[in-house]
């Protein structure tokens, strides 16, 4: 099955940091812009950050801006989201997907995992 998983979720006190990790199942991620959403609990998804294939090129919603940073390691087969400086409004359920065309034009997009929880509190 093609799909991605995330894994990294976990309980966290404010201001504390965790990394998201999206592995590629099945195919290889490589020539991929994939993104990074998220959905709290009663609230419509939102993307969160976006990285180019190469990864040259990264996108931020402006509530995370500064305290999120996005990678990837194509070897790997493998994007990260490192969340530092976590508040309680990030708490949700955390998502990956292939993005396409491009995270700048982002009309469509597959590949969807399960997600893996994240909870600030203290």
């Known amino acids: 099955q093609l799909q991605l998983v995330e894994s990294g979720g976990g309980l966290v006190q404010p201001g504390g940091s965790l990394r998201l990790s999206c592995a590629a199942s099945g195919f290889n991620l490589g020539p991929y812009d994939i993104k990074w959403f998220r959905q709290a609990p009663g609230k419509e998804r939102e993307g969160v950050s976006c990285i180019s294939s190469s990864g040259d090129r990264t996108m931020y919603e402006d509530s995370v801006k500064g305290r999120f940073t996005i990678s990837r390691d194509n070897a790997k087969n493998t994007v990260y989201l490192q969340m530092n400086s976590l508040k309680p409004d990030d708490t949700a359920v955390y998502y990956c997907?292939?993005?396409?065309?491009?995270?700048?034009?982002?009309?469509?997009?597959?590949?969807w995992g399960k997600g893996t929880l994240v909870t600030v509190s203290s």
């Open positions: 997907a292939r993005i396409m065309p491009s995270c700048s034009r982002p009309y469509g997009s597959t590949y």
